[in-house]
């Protein structure tokens, strides 16, 4: 493990197959596992596909990236992402190369708590009913865990049960229990969705009310993820400014998305862009993460920035990232989409709360990349040779057009179709 290097030079300069070899060489990946990662061919096929979602009729790929540099707790990882947007892997690979100055990222997580929950309505006395299911908490929970028998021989299952009142809602009073489970290494909406059908019936005759509602809540603020990075002025320093202008247009740009939720909204978008490319490869439910962040940021009753930063005593700009990342290494997409597995095969990950702090560390470098480039030269400028690649091939170019266009286009700063149409018809009269 300590003979890794994720800081590859050149990385991005090299074919695919390449990049492909370099990723093998730095994880000892084998001819299957790069198979898997290659993509394309029909790896995951109609027939597999027609088993994991309903009225299948093809399977839709995106490209699949590799974000280098990343330093956490010491240990390199090349991380993988997958995502259609230009500009991500990139800028997420450059922020950690700038994190390397400061030591990489820190990470730490919580144990795997999610919560069931049981909506009891028309309850006759509502003191009386949270009295008696309290008072069979250990009831319900022996019979939540009767319902995952494997989850509670690793060390798992549910552990405690909490009810909530709400006095008032557009239908009236109702009573919601929670189940309280340490779901290990799985997301677990499965077992904790079976959990709370199976005590339903049990609440309904301890509060005399009708359960309705019976499921797990995304809102995972007791499966936390966390990463913090030092970036030292003369890590952030540009020709044309110092790390400390840097620094303070960064400081700027974070005051601005910690006081207006509409700033809030992108800034904790930029976040989610380093997130949920590494969900997607690694076959997780992102919208599942994306849910719970949004109302995480908005936990204390104004939607404000996931990320916090600050200057330290030396000078230092300090970066700090906490947010709910219900992930999982077993069931699911996981062991079912063969990239998915090697995708976890190459991030080395022994753990759900590992992922986790991978994919904040991948949230908090992308939140550095665009507060950078917001700061300095605008959001722009480094998306824009990115962007004109995807506009030359939407208007036709191949091979090494792509790139003649996508060159001039930039050099002009005119990236539109109609701009790109006239160079192609302009190259092809040339060449053919």
């Known amino acids: 493990m300590g003979t890794k290097n994720s800081r590859i030079a050149g990385f991005y300069q090299l074919s695919p197959e390449q990049r492909l070899q370099e990723v093998k060489s730095f994880d000892g990946l ?70 390397r100055v400061g030591g990489g990222f820190r990470t730490t997580s919580t144990r795997s708590l999610m919560i069931g929950q049981i909506q009891l309505v028309d309850v006759p006395d509502i003191a009386a009913a949270e009295r008696a299911i309290m008072a069979q908490r250990a009831e319900i929970i022996k019979l939540a865990n009767a319902q995952s028998t494997s989850l509670v021989k690793l060390g798992g299952g549910a552990e405690e049960v909490e009810v909530h009142h709400f006095a008032d809602s557009p239908t009236g009073p109702l009573l919601v229990a929670h189940l309280v489970v340490d779901c290990l290494d799985a997301m677990g909406a499965n077992a904790i969705n079976s959990m709370a059908e199976a005590v339903a019936p049990l609440l309904e005759r301890l509060s005399g009310g ?13 499966r936390l993820a966390k990463a913090t990075v030092v970036l030292p002025p003369a890590a952030l320093a540009r020709p044309d400014m110092s790390g400390e202008e840097v620094i303070q247009g960064m400081l700027h740009a974070f005051a601005f998305a910690a006081v207006d939720p509409y700033r809030a909204t992108t800034h904790n978008k930029g976040i989610l862009n380093g997130i949920d490319p590494v969900l997607i490869a690694t076959g997780q439910d992102w919208r599942a993460v994306e849910a719970g962040a949004h109302a995480y940021a908005a936990r204390a009753g104004r939607y404000r920035s996931l990320s916090s930063w600050h200057c330290d005593a030396d000078g230092n700009l300090v970066g700090e990232l906490e947010l709910p990342l219900a992930v999982g290494i077993v069931g699911g997409a996981t062991k079912v989409h063969p990239a998915a597995q090697a995708a976890l095969k190459l991030l080395n990950v022994h753990s759900a709360r590992e992922l986790a702090e991978i994919c904040v560390c991948a949230g908090l470098a992308s939140n550095i990349a665009a507060m950078r480039a917001l700061a300095t030269e605008g959001i722009q400028q480094g998306h824009m040779a990115l962007h004109a690649r ?31 149409s006239e160079l192609l018809q302009e190259l092809i009269d040339v060449f053919v």
């Open 390 to 420: 995807q506009i030359a091939m939407s208007a036709g170019a191949t091979g090494t057009l792509v790139d003649l266009v996508a060159e001039q286009m930039v050099r002009e700063r005119t990236i539109k179709p109609a701009r790109a």
């Open 30 to 99: 084998n001819e299957t596992d790069l198979t898997m990662l290659r993509g394309g061919n029909g790896i995951l096929s109609v027939a597999r596909a027609d088993k994991m979602i309903e009225n299948v009729i093809g399977t839709f790929e995106l490209p699949l990236g590799i974000a280098t540099n990343f330093q956490i707790n010491g240990q390199d990882k090349l991380i993988p992402m997958a995502v259609e947007e230009p500009s991500i892997v990139a800028g997420a690979s450059f922020a950690a190369k700038l994190a």
């Open 210 to 222: 009708r359960a309705y509602l019976r499921i797990l809540s995304n809102l995972t603020d007791r």
